[in-house]
């Protein structure tokens, strides 16, 4: 008899199946089904661990299964001269708060009983591999997609009810349902019109816009190193700026006459090549960043809760989790593998308001990105 609660590990259909069943079904060319149920939990199993270990995502991101962020803002207090007989006066930080989205998202497999009695294995492996890269875009895309997002996420269907809000990094009021004066540092003191969204024209990458974003992350206490992620069409932009220093190349030899960046302290990422430094970012192309846009930020390690952004999962669950499982809407299976489907829950929100600032350099005024 089991013992102990039951968890998302039972999710997973497959596990439960009966081997010497499986194989009484065969395909095409003679493989079982058994062997199809293997590849795709093979192809899941190195998927999920690919999303909360890839070295770009974890130094992005945290993980938690909790609806709401809540932080510090405005001004501190201060100390008051002490004296032998008053009391200094109660004081309490001032807190503000939003919450995290939540979404469901699946993706079919589409196998009729006639197709799978002809098929051929290398063409359901095809149709895996193909299912499994949807899967790693909707991952890529909504955490960039939030990146480079101003505005609130909002609505019952994102998992925050009727009122609640998803908020981007430090905004003006106008542009956020969620006010946010950023906590005084070292002296200087911001408004809830504090702006980390910057549009700069010019359509070009530049010296003063990494010299700038290195500004604005440590006016809140962020120290570098920092990170700064740019796209495909802005890389040759990018390695041309006179501060930029470019990385090693393992296949040149440099002399030593010319001055070469560290290799990028950013874990290995199947997402992110690394191009250099400038101004004390390490800077990575990233596949899916529309042109003229890019982003800088502190990231405090991997799944650090101080990281800008935090992804909020199903219930119980600390790491994402893809499992297949049978379509509940597709009626009766006459095989173990008709229709399955891929199913997958986790939304994409910010932690630290103040811990990453995007950048839009072909207009003064920032217009949202749309990674693809």
């Known amino acids: 008899m089991a013992t102990g609660p039951r968890d998302t590990s039972s999710l997973v259909m497959l596990t439960g199946w009966d081997a010497t069943a499986l194989k009484n079904f065969q395909l095409e060319d003679g493989s079982t ?29 945290s993980f938690t299964d909790q609806p709401d962020v809540e932080y510090r803002v405005g001004a501190s207090n201060g100390f008051e001269d002490h004296t032998e007989y008053g009391r200094p006066k109660e004081a309490r930080a001032a807190t503000e708060g939003h919450m995290l989205p939540l979404q469901a998202f699946d993706r079919g497999m589409g196998w009729t009983w006639d197709y799978l009695r002809r098929a051929r294995m290398s063409q359901l492996e095809a149709d895996i591999a193909d299912a499994i ?42 542009s956020t349902n969620v006010d946010f004066t950023p906590p005084a540092f070292g002296g200087s003191s911001f408004s809830s019109g504090h702006e980390h969204y910057v549009g700069i024209g010019g359509g070009a990458f530049t010296n003063a816009v990494f010299q700038d974003a290195f500004d604005e992350l440590r006016e809140h206490g962020h120290e570098p190193p920092f990170t700064f992620l740019v796209g495909p069409s802005d890389r040759t932009t990018v390695e041309g700026l006179s501060l930029f220093t470019k990385a090693a ?3 040149v030899r440099v002399g030593s006459t010319q001055d070469i960046a560290n290799p990028g302290g950013t874990a290995s990422s199947s997402w992110a090549s690394y191009l250099g430094a400038i101004e004390s970012f390490e800077v990575y192309e990233v596949r899916g960043i529309p042109q003229y846009y890019g ?53 994409v929100g910010v932690g630290d308001r103040t811990a990453a600032t995007p950048r839009y350099v072909n ?10």
């Open 363 to 372: 207009n003064a005024t920032w217009a949202d990105g749309t990674p693809t």
């Open 249 to 251: 190349n393992q296949l």
């Open 133 to 174: 890269k949807d899967a790693r875009d909707k991952w890529r895309v909504k955490i960039l997609g939030r990146l480079l997002k101003r505005g609130d996420d909002s609505g019952a269907a994102l998992g925050l009810g009727s009122s609640g809000y998803s908020t981007g990094f430090a905004t003006a009021d106008a």
């Open 295 to 347: 982003v800088g930020y502190k990231t405090y390690g991997p799944r650090s809760q101080r990281n800008p952004l935090r992804i909020r999962l199903a219930k119980g669950e600390s790491a994402p989790r893809i499992v297949a499982m049978t379509d509940p809407r597709a009626g009766n299976a006459t095989t173990p593998v008709q229709y399955l489907m891929l199913f997958t829950e986790f939304g």
């Open 33 to 61: 089904y058994a062997d199809v149920v293997a590849m795709l939990n093979a192809g899941l199993g190195a998927l999920n661990t690919e999303l909360s270990s890839d070295g770009l995502w974890a130094s992005l991101a």
